[in-house]
């Protein structure tokens, strides 16, 4: 609260002074990207390619747009320190694309047809979105069933584990003996074990998943302080109070380190899945796209998958700070 | 500032404690005996320990760390069961916790994924009357006062305030019996001094009866009206001090300073 109200007496004489600086650095942002404009527009393409137009276009608008943002406008506004803090990335992505675009369309110092230009993969989205978002569509609803399916089983057999002797017994050599092979290895078995392949694609994303899930939160539950138990027990508590309310509270940081870790392993059993066994998702489009040669199309496809699997990270960080919100120090993403 | 409590009218209470003069003793310990094994060899921390408590009574059990008092008040708490000898509380056996009977540790052990009010409805929520009592988590919080950090998590707050939330965390369930593990061993000096006040006045408003283990011998003379010392381990009563100063007492009280000297001659330290 005080820091807050110090910053603003202190910045409060300075604030004439910003209001209408250019901000440089999205100046020469925007430089960049109209330069990007014109090296697309007005030098001829070495090659047959598509949208070269459109691309220039749109690079010479964010360029204007930015060029705009770093004269016009209030300087202190948020927008304005949106805009600051993101110029260098601007300027580094311009520049990048660039010289993306000077070695391939431009001169084709980049071998053909395995780096194709920026405006090819742009031409992907445009001319192919059916058949991209469809597969989107197909990994997510087997990445969700897969990944729900383990998380849940790994949850209650990591809590039975790290909570019943008798439980952990049982499993825990079991976990030792077949948890550390990696789920891809149970591929061939899945696919002639299960009916589908797809069942057989859930089942190994589950398992990848389940692990991890299993064995943190019974470390987690294992880790509990004694003395939790102690006062919960002392205030009255029954077994159902102290698992439910003290043991899974407690144990859910670690819980989420799991969580965490299936996720990265559900995403890469899953793209292997449908690369060998399912006839759709990205991981099939991307096979499919390779024997075509279409190597834009599978840019494209990274591209996506990329923006999905990290989507899916930053929303189970959202989760994990709503329900921890009570930690110290969390990592932010 | 304790001087407050006077005003409260129950100051007679603490004057003339009904020592042994109540049908059932509040607390009834005959031939207790308890032992760990520490690598395969039994280990003894208590040997046929044998005190009782009046209701409304406040005993502080002193000696050298480690002795086995904390084990003796887990006993009371049924957090663990005698290997010899009679727990009675009440005049029925303790055979396991119950919240008429709460312990409040050394560290304050909140539940960091909880705010400071559901830490002093825990109790209440276990015992599945939190619907119905809301209303006494307010008023203990009040008790200590910390009403206005209700929302809080533990992690802001200090040590002592901290320490008050276990405190409130015990009383919210207005137990018979208050088992105090060393509560302010972890405070600084200062905290501590106002707290052992905030603790006498606590007791005389309640009206629990309050057995405090402690190896500080002024905390223990300056809350208790029985003080008992125990011998190093296995714990064994070695002597048993009354003090019928009437509260508040002052640290430099005559009195204190003379028990204080005959205590700390008991525990072989007279000399210094």
Known sequence: MSTIALQNETTAPAEDRIRWRPIYAALLAGGIWLALSALAARLPDAAEFGYTNEFAIVAGLIGVALAIGSIGGDRTGPLAARLRSWSPWLILLGSFLFVWELATAKRLWLPMPFFPPPQAIAEVFVDDYARLFDSVWHSAFLLAGGYLIGAAVGFVSGVAIGWSKAVGYWAHPILRFIGPLPATAWLPLAFFIFPTSWSASTFLVALATGFPVTVLTWSGIAGVNKAYYDVARTLGASNRFLILKVAIPAALPHVFVGLFMGLGGSFAVLVVAEMLGVKSGLGWYLQWAQGWAAYANMYAALLVMAIACSGLITLLFRIRDWLLSWQKGLVQW | ?272
């Open chain 2, 1 to 272: 500032m304790v001087s407050v409590v006077a005003t409260h009218g129950s100051a007679s209470r603490a004057e003339a404690p009904p020592l042994g003069g109540a049908a059932s003793p509040a607390l009834d310990l005959s031939g207790v005996s308890q032992a760990f094994a520490l690598d395969g060899r039994p280990l003894p921390v208590l040997e046929d320990v044998s005190l009782s408590a009046a209701p409304g009574e406040f005993v502080a059990l002193l000696g050298p760390s480690g002795c086995g008092k904390s084990t003796l008040l887990r006993l009371v708490a049924g957090l663990d069961l005698p290997v010899a000898g009679d727990v009675l509380v009440r005049g029925k056996a303790v055979t396991g916790p119950d919240p008429s009977r709460i312990l409040v540790f050394q560290d304050p052990t909140l539940f960091p994924w909880r705010t400071v009010f559901d830490n002093v409805a825990l109790g209440l929520e276990a015992q599945g009357r939190l619907r119905r009592d809301r209303g006494q988590v307010d008023e203990a919080l009040a008790l200590v006062g910390l009403g206005e950090f209700a929302g809080a998590y533990p992690h802001q707050l200090s040590g002592g305030m901290a320490q008050r939330v276990s405190l409130a965390r015990a009383l919210v369930n207005d137990p018979d019996l208050l088992l105090l593990d060393e509560p302010l061993g972890k405070l600084d000096s200062l905290t501590r001094i106002a707290m052992q006040a905030e603790l006498v006045k606590l007791w005389q408003e309640s009206g629990f009866t309050a057995l405090l283990v402690t190896h500080d011998v002024e905390e223990a003379l300056i809350l208790a009206q029985r003080v008992i010392v125990f011998s190093d381990r296995p714990a064994r009563i070695q002597a048993e001090i009354r003090n019928d100063l009437p509260y508040p007492r002052h640290r430099d009280h005559p009195r204190i300073v003379e028990l204080r000297r005959e205590v700390l001659t008991l525990l072989g330290l007279g000399e210094s």
